[in-house]
């Protein structure tokens, strides 16, 4: 199994332009788990889905941002416009509910903007 | 709501010493609770895990770590510190679902 994959593994963008980042779950995970981790709050769940379906999103932080899952094997997470303050790396993870509880992230997409 | 506390954001070790890394839960149910390593510019990597089994978990590279309920801890050890163990280390407790992180603990394991 290749894991969890993300898109792109860094980004740089000016501020005001839209950035979408993009996850691949495992096969067969029904759960999906967007994370942001910065020096200042740590590791922050933005949004969760499950089959599909979101199921909390409190975590995210403003209209701005914005997530998708249109089939099970893949997501997308957009900021529209992004700032500087959304620098930080954005990590997806996955999940099969019910199985022994395991979460696999993925590698992580660092995103700075400029 | 579910939540823990990691103590001590940073914890040096010499190598070869016996590592302690602390975690405590708050929790009105009983918790599912994990321990993820972190390597520089990677993502985070499953150590271990206790879902109401073993109250001792053994994970990888010769960790374990002990749910004591009436301390309501989950502190993470291992009894020779080696060099490649330097890495951030995060506990977490699963919250309707979800995992929710403590702050981290950043561990260096000197020569």
């Known amino acids: 199994d290749a894991g969890v994959i993300q898109s792109p593994r860094h980004e740089v963008t000016e501020m005001g332009q839209e950035v979408t980042l993009r996850c691949k779950p495992i096969?067969?995970?029904?759960?999906l788990f967007w994370y942001r981790q910065t020096m200042m709050r740590g590791l922050e769940l933005l949004i969760y889905?499950?089959?599909?379906?979101?199921?909390?999103d409190s975590g995210m932080p403003e209209d701005r941002f914005s997530a998708k899952m249109p089939n099970a094997s893949f997501s997308t997470l957009k900021i529209q416009p992004s700032e500087p303050r959304d620098s930080a790396v954005y990590f997806c993870?996955?999940?099969?509910?019910?199985?022994?509880?395991?979460?696999?992230f993925g590698s992580g997409t660092r995103l700075t903007v400029v | 709501a579910q939540s823990v506390t990691q103590l001590g954001s940073h914890v040096s070790v010499s190598e070869g010493a016996l590592v302690l890394l602390r975690c405590n839960y708050s929790?009105?149910?009983?918790?599912?609770l994990f321990w993820y390593v972190q390597y520089p510019n990677q993502g985070l990597q499953l150590l271990l895990k206790?879902?109401?089994?073993?109250?001792l978990v053994k994970g990888i590279n010769g960790f374990e770590a002990e749910f004591k309920k009436s301390e309501t801890s989950f502190h993470l050890t291992k009894p020779s510190a080696h060099m490649s163990d330097a890495a951030e280390y995060f506990c977490?407790?699963?919250?309707?679902?979800?995992?929710?992180f403590g702050q981290g603990t950043t561990l260096q394991v000197k020569p």
């Open positions: 929790s009105s149910v009983p918790p599912y």
């Open positions: 977490a407790v699963r919250n309707t679902g979800k995992l929710i």
């Open positions: 889905f499950n089959n599909n379906v979101p199921i909390d």
């Open positions: 096969s067969g995970h029904n759960s």
């Open positions: 206790y879902t109401s089994a073993a109250t």
């Open positions: 993870a996955s999940r099969q509910e019910g199985s022994n509880y395991g979460y696999t």
